[in-house]
Nanobody, 120 residues
Framework: QVHLQESGPGLVKPSQTLSLTCAVSGGSITTNSYYWAWIRQPPGKGLEWIGGITYSGTTYNRPPLKSRTSISRDTSKNQFTLQLSSVTPEDTAVYYC????????????WGQGIQVTVSS
């Protein structure tokens, strides 16, 4: 059973950088054929893919957010991180990390989610 757990601040001020970490247990983030994603859900809206990192370390980012997004990993800690810079209130959302088996377009494991509010 793979377990994902998000952590980070619940409140970020506008123009600052949001940093979230997803700690993974029960499976390695370097296991072949898996992709580790960040997804968010703004209030009253649907799920929005932000980006992610593959088992080999290749990153993919949603084009509208690409200039503000940085995704990295620490294989020694079996975790991956999201940094979103220059945040605005429109970045307020529940942020999730999740795992996808590459080629399936299906996330099979999710973290519980973390509420992040951007406000001064």
């Amino acid at each position: 059973q793979v377990h994902l757990q998000e952590s980070g601040p619940g409140l970020v001020k506008p123009s600052q950088t949001l940093s979230l970490t997803c700690a993974v247990s029960g499976g390695s983030i370097t296991t072949n054929s898996y992709y580790w994603a960040w997804i968010r859900q703004p209030p009253g809206k649907g799920l929005e893919w932000i980006g992610g990192i593959t088992y080999s370390g290749t990153t993919y980012n949603r084009p509208p957010l690409k200039s503000r997004t940085s995704i990295s990993r620490d294989t020694s800690k079996n975790q991956f991180t999201l940094q979103l810079s220059s945040v605005t209130p429109e970045d307020t959302a529940v942020y999730y990390c999740a795992r996808e088996r590459i080629g399936t377009s299906t996330y099979d494991y999710w973290g519980q989610g973390i509420q992040v509010t951007v406000s001064s």
